[in-house]
């Protein structure tokens, strides 16, 4: 997270209303019955897919746990192949955040070209890299989960979405 | 399997970890930027590698690379 100020109200709603449009997707973590954390998508384009993902578990006792890992995997599916909505997913990281490195390197994410020397760094996921590094992580939460590996999308047709979610939300 | 080659194997699995970070005695949630996808990711190499399941409860059960290479000896010779 690169922004840590402290913000008022009316910061937060107009950051609520720059975001609350079709191209920008914030989920609530609900993991054991608790809603434990946050994951989003937000900027996307056709052209570019999502320009930035990302996650953030507030609950303490759910950072170690795989409700990170499994709403990732939820995300990722939903926009490669649930949705179709894109080929390529983006990530900002600090390059003082190794987990968060790690975490997404583990994915699939690569580091674009020219990042090098920045602080806040965009990785880069195609959908090639994910098919490469998530299978054998969706088929492991599959067997975790003892699911049969399909995605369920339930939700509100709604203008704020892009055609495409609506689309899934009606069948 | 010998437990050189599981740590070999394993090393692999996770991106950009260099060649010998792993010892048989490593507790492997203290490896640099451990995540739950670390975690993930040692169940999927099981998978893969000894047609082993493991759950959620088997990781926890476990602390070094030696315990998860016991755990799969274990569970290869049920």
């Known amino acids: ?171 | 399997m010998s437990i050189n080659e599981f740590i070999q194997k394993l090393e692999a699995e996770f991106e950009d970890m260099p060649q010998g970070t792993l010892k048989a005695e490593t507790d492997y949630r203290s490896i640099k930027g451990w995540s739950s996808m670390h975690a993930l990711i040692i169940i999927a190499f099981i998978d893969i590698n000894f047609n082993i399941t493991l759950s959620g409860a088997d990781l926890k059960s476990t602390q070094t690379v030696q315990d998860l290479y016991n755990l799969v000896q274990q569970k290869k010779s049920a």
């Open chain 1, 1 to 171: 997270m690169d922004y840590r100020e402290y913000i008022t109200p009316q910061m937060q709603q107009k950051w609520f209303e720059s975001v609350n449009n079709k191209f920008n997707y914030y989920f609530i973590i609900e993991f054991e019955g608790k809603q434990v954390g946050l994951i989003n998508a937000k900027n996307f384009s056709y052209e570019n897919g999502f320009g930035e993902g990302g996650i953030f578990i507030w609950d303490n006792d759910y950072i170690n746990s795989f409700a990170a890992v499994f709403s990732t995997l939820c995300l990722l599916n939903f926009v490669f192949f649930k949705v179709k909505l894109c080929k390529l997913s983006h990530a900002r990281i600090l390059n003082d955040n190794d987990r968060a490195i790690h975490y997404n390197q583990l994915t699939g994410y690569k580091l674009v070209a020219g990042q090098e020397g920045i602080y806040n760094q965009l990785y880069e996921l195609s959908i090639e890299d994910y098919i490469k590094n998530g299978s054998k992580l969706n088929k492991a939460a599959e067997q975790l989960n003892n699911g049969d590996g399909e995605l369920i999308c339930t939700g509100t047709i709604s203008e704020n979405n892009l055609d495409e979610i609506n689309n899934v939300l009606k069948n």
